[in-house]
């Protein structure tokens, strides 16, 4: 019930591409759908986030998509270029009960020049 | 201008040789969180302060421990470090409960 599984497990993409991340969840008390950023040897960094009263929020070249009913969500990367070339992470939480993230198992993105 | 600073970025010990990590922020948030990352792994979540409340995972280790001595700083301490211990560990930082967590940079650690 936990658990937010994503995929893919690694992605490759040519500059100019559009980038796509899949994540499913289980638990439908989940209510914050955060998505982070992690560069090697550095911390993961809040990306773009969204709440299920919405099924879309945009920021810049990145999209997240939200599907309730499916208990799905997605990450989209427009016009992706090298520098976006890191580990995405999904994550949900219940925010009535604390911030405790579920993670999902990771994505290593390689954006191709 | 880092926020969530951890100190330090890299630190080698000994098995069984206890070691304490640091984490200090300029947010003055409330909420103070230690997770410990493997490689190519999620983060996972060991426990978290909410300002003097601490509050700790079902699944971490007796052998890790923390403190909190005021709201800018939160340490990480394993009394008793084993191989399996060997990761990086990150502290975050949220305002309040259901507010957006902010990562430091980590510590990797090494045993020897």
């Known amino acids: 019930q936990q658990q937010v599984k994503q995929s893919p497990q690694s992605l490759i993409v040519q500059k100019g591409g559009i980038s796509i991340i899949n994540c499913a969840y289980e638990n439908t008390a989940f209510d914050y759908f955060p998505w982070y950023q992690q560069f090697p040897g550095k911390g993961p960094a809040l990306l773009i986030a969204?709440?299920?009263?919405?099924s879309e929020k945009k920021e810049g070249r990145f999209t997240i998509s939200f599907n309730k009913s499916a208990k799905q969500f997605s990450l989209h990367i427009m016009d992706s270029q090298p520098g976006d070339s890191a580990t995405y992470f999904c994550a949900a939480s219940r925010r009535t009960s604390g911030s405790r993230l579920t993670f999902g198992e990771g994505t290593q993105l390689t954006v191709n020049p | 201008d880092a926020m969530v600073i951890q100190n330090p970025r890299y630190q080698v010990t000994q098995f069984g040789k206890p070691v304490t990590l640091s984490c200090s922020q300029t947010l003055n948030h409330n909420v103070m969180y230690w997770y410990q990352q493997k490689s190519s792994q999620a983060p996972k979540l060991l426990f978290h302060y909410y300002d003097k409340d601490f509050n700790n995972e079902a699944d971490t280790p007796d052998n890790f421990q923390s403190r909190r001595p005021n709201t800018s700083f939160c340490f990480l301490d394993i009394r008793s470090p084993g191989l399996g211990d060997a990761a990086m560990y990150l502290c975050?930082?949220?305002?309040?409960?259901?507010?957006?967590?902010?990562f430091g940079d980590g510590t990797r650690l090494s045993i020897l």
């Open positions: 969204i709440r299920p009263d919405v």
């Open positions: 975050a930082t949220s305002s309040n409960l259901d507010q957006p967590q902010h």
